[in-house]
C-alpha cells in the first residue's frame, strides 16, 4: 500500500492529540509502519517557528505574518519529512494540517481564503491529506479540558471566545468543502468512545484504499 496521511484537526482541548497517539498504537499492533508528526513543527527549522508563533510574547504578530510562518513551517516539514514518509509506503499521523490554516488563519484571523489557498499550495507542492478527522466540541468545553491558567496559555490559546468560536465554524465548513476526506468526530463523547469512532473511520478508509491499489 502506498503511503497515507491521516490528519487530526480541532481546536486545542479537542481530544485529538490523545486520539492520533491511541489510533498510532493500534495501527502498529496491526503491523503498518507509523509515523507521528505536528504542525507547526514536525523538524528542527517547524519547531523554531512553532516557538515564535505560540510564544505569547510575540501579541503583535500580524494575521498575516503568522499565515506565511506556519506555510514556511509546513514547506519544511512536506520536503524533510511527509513526502519522504510517505515515498517508503508508512502510515503519517498528523496532528495539524492544511485545515488548521483555513480555520485559524481564515476564519479566525478573517484573512482571505483564496490567500490561504495560494500559500499553502506553495508550501505543500499540491500535497494533500488522504483522510482528516476533524474532532468536534464546543470552544467552552476544549478551555475547560485544557484547565490550565491564563499565563500557561499560548497565544492562540489566549484569544478570546469569539475567535475560538469562528475557528470552529472553519473546521465545520472545511468538513462541507471537502466531504470525500474529512470526517466530524463528536468529541463529547469518552475517549474509548470516540476512538471506536474513530476506528471506524479509519478501517474503512484503510480497506478501501488498498482495494483501489489492487
Known sequence: MKGKL????????SGKTTQ???????????????????????TRVGESIRGILLDPLYREMEPQTEALLYAAARAQHVAQLLQPALAAGKVVLCDRFLGSSLAYQGFGRGLS?????????????????????????????????????VNELDRLEREEMAFHRRVREGYLTLARREPACCRVIDGRQTVEQVHETVWREVERFLREANAGNK
Open 6 to 13: 491521516i490528519v487530526f484537526e480541532g481546536i486545542d482541548g
Open 20 to 42: 492520533m497517539q491511541i489510533l498510532g498504537r493500534r495501527l502498529e499492533r496491526q503491523g503498518f509502519p507509523v509515523v507521528y508528526t505536528r504542525e507547526p513543527g514536525g
Open 113 to 149: 481564503l483564496e490567500f490561504i489557498d495560494h500559500i499553502n499550495n506553495l508550501a505543500t507542492g499540491g500535497l494533500k491529506p488522504d483522510l482528516v478527522l476533524i474532532f468536534d466540541l464546543s470552544p467552552c468545553l476544549c478551555l475547560k479540558r485544557i484547565g490550565a491558567q
